[in-house]
Nanobody, 124 residues
Framework: QVQLVESGGGLVQAGGSLRLSCAASGRTFSSYAMGWFRQAPGKGREFVARISRSGSNTYYTDSVKGRVTISRDNVKNTVYLQMNSLKPEDTAVYYC?????????????????WGQGSQVTVSS
């Protein structure tokens, strides 16, 4: 089992940056692909980005391409989400998730473990 704890959320003005971190417990972190999702009030959980087990492959939803970078450190058991040029529509609770499957998944139900979420609020 993997336990995930997000940190780094907060309030930022439009155009600003934030870096989210997600620390994983256990010795098998590198066995999981990792994803970031977000959920705005009244909306479903939306895929943001995914990184493969080794970190060599990354995937992004179109709305964040060029503004967001996902990365991981398999020694520190941590995955990151660097967000730049933030917009008010990026406001949401951001969740990290772990996926045992090697295929690319972008639906929330395909992920096995979840963190508790971190609030990101972008003011206009």
């Amino acid at each position: 089992q993997v336990q995930l704890v997000e940190s780094g959320g907060g309030l930022v003005q439009a155009g600003g940056s934030l870096r989210l971190s997600c620390a994983a417990s256990g010795r098998t972190f590198s066995s999981y692909a990792m994803g970031w999702f977000r959920q705005a009030p009244g909306k479903g959980r939306e895929f943001v980005a995914r990184i493969s087990r080794s970190g060599s492959n990354t995937y992004y939803t179109d709305s964040v391409k060029g503004r967001v970078t996902i990365s991981r450190d398999n020694v520190k058991n941590t995955v990151y989400l660097q967000m730049n040029s933030l917009k008010p529509e990026d406001t949401a609770v951001y969740y990290c998730a772990a996926d045992r499957a090697p295929v690319v998944h972008t639906r929330a139900q395909e992920y096995d473990y979840w963190g508790q979420g971190s609030q990101v609020t972008v003011s206009s």
